[in-house]
């Protein structure tokens, strides 16, 4: 059996994603953002999602990964994606949107923009 490198869910949660800055392509308005941590949004907002925080220059915003793209990309990788990815792919997600100042305080992604991501950040 193939197995494939995985980023490890070592170390705080806080620390899966590291700060970054995000630069806007419409107004050159630079944002500081940190990832905070990820929590199952079926039980706390009854959305099918699982839900993570960051902080955008100090407020805080979340991106709601739709569960049911954690089910497609197990039944074609046979392996599930770990909190430390799904974490990489919802800060990709955070970073498309405020590069075009879409800053809204809870964004709600669907499985087709969860799967795109997850081949755009290169995770099999």
Partial sequence: ????PVLANNGAMSQFVGAFEVTSKLSGQAYQC???HMWNGIATRHADTIDTKFFVD?????????HLAFVKFREKAKR?????EASF???EYLRERLEEEDVRPVYDV?????????AQVGMR
């Fill in 110 to 118: 669907a499985q087709d923009e969860v799967l795109r991501l997850i």
């Fill in 89 to 91: 792919v919802a800060a």
């Fill in 34 to 36: 940190r990832f905070s």
């Fill in 80 to 84: 599930d994606l770990t909190d430390r």
């Fill in 1 to 4: 059996m193939t197995t494939r």
């Fill in 58 to 66: 100090g407020a805080a915003h979340v991106v709601g990964l739709a």
